[in-house]
């Protein structure tokens, strides 16, 4: 029952703690009088990927690398198939012609750019596929390059401030908020790693299964709950902005900076994930042209559903 208790009390603990940071670093950058816009692109939208970048740190140090990776593929795959295929359930998403032509192709060109620097061995038979500190530094760059396209935009988007929290704090209470956010996210994701790594072991599943399914749904629910609320309130293109961005921060910030402070050692067997990946990434890109144009309809939503249950019964059997 430990690896249970483990990872359930660790998703609890990792997202309130995300909530926790994000509430005190908004009341902070209020109180230094930074716009809500620029706190929605960066604290807000860092805040959602925290639970995979601690997670992620966390299973590099201890030497799970395949949760490690297995968590970031997991949950893009999870954002797209599930969060999306349950959002357009909800309420067909209308999305914008810049998401279509520019976000969505970038979180495929995420996908393929991290797929050909895991694979070393593809160039030199010799070699080891790794991802190397001189990688996550180029994924970095990668996203500071969508960083800046995203504060290029930003004006048009309406609707961003739903992002942000509308509390203000007292400085002490903000500071407190943030120390206790980032406490919990390093206690919340251990917890998450080593439960993970014993459930694993006890089920008779590789590390990269449990983290492709379990941890990567875990560590997706703050996305999950993000997209859904915002399909509900007829806020459609924050939905699927939220998970495009959030898949794209998973790759370039999260992996980028988790190659950085520890190389990340890659499987080949990894490489079905990373196509699964680009080929739903692709498929979103698609239902943009099928039924009613730059939509998500009812019925694309139940087919990504569909296939992100055959998915999982194939990690099952795999």
């Given amino acids: 029952m430990l690896p249970y208790f483990k990872l359930i009390v660790g998703f609890a603990v990792i997202i309130k ?38 997670v992620n740190i966390i299973a590099s140090l201890n030497g799970n690398s395949e949760i490690a990776i297995g968590n970031i593929l997991g949950s893009n795959i999870a954002n797209i198939l599930l969060i999306l295929g349950v959002s357009s359930v909800i309420c067909p998403l209308i999305v914008t012609k810049g998401t279509v032509w520019k976000e969505i192709p970038f979180s495929l060109l995420a996908a393929i750019v991290l797929g050909l620097m895991a694979n070393d061995q593809l160039i030199d038979k010799n070699s080891v596929s790794v991802l190397t500190r001189i990688d996550g530094f180029v994924l970095f760059c990668f996203f500071i390059i969508f960083l800046y396209y995203s504060f290029s935009i930003a004006k048009d988007i309406e609707g961003i401030e739903t992002h942000v929290p509308s509390k203000e704090h007292g400085l002490a209470k903000s500071v407190s908020l943030v120390v206790s956010g ?41 996305e999950l709950a993000t997209s859904v609320v915002a399909a509900h309130k007829g806020k459609p293109d924050i939905a699927v902005g939220n998970v495009v961005g959030s898949n794209i921060f998973n790759i370039f910030f999260v992996l980028g900076v988790s190659a950085i402070i520890k190389p990340i050692p890659f499987n080949s067997r990894s490489n079905i994930d990373i196509g699964v ?16 144009k730059r939509s998500i309809d009812r019925w694309e939503g139940v087919v990504a559903l569909m296939l992100y249950g055959a998915y999982l019964v194939f990690q099952i059997i795999r």
């Fill in 182 to 222: 980032l406490a919990g996210l390093c206690f919340g994701g251990d917890w998450i790693v080593e439960g993970a790594v014993n459930l694993a072991v006890k089920l008779g599943f590789s590390q990269s299964v449990v983290g492709l399914t379990i941890v990567a749904v875990g560590t997706s629910l703050p």
């Fill in 277 to 292: 990946v680009i080929l739903a990434s692709s498929l979103l890109f698609t239902f943009m042209f099928t039924g009613q």
């Fill in 17 to 54: 703690c995300a909530d926790f940071l994000v509430d005190g670093s908004s009341s902070i950058a209020r109180r230094f009088r930074v716009s809500e816009l620029v706190i929605g692109l960066t604290v807000v939208a860092f805040g959602t990927s925290t639970p995979e970048l601690f």
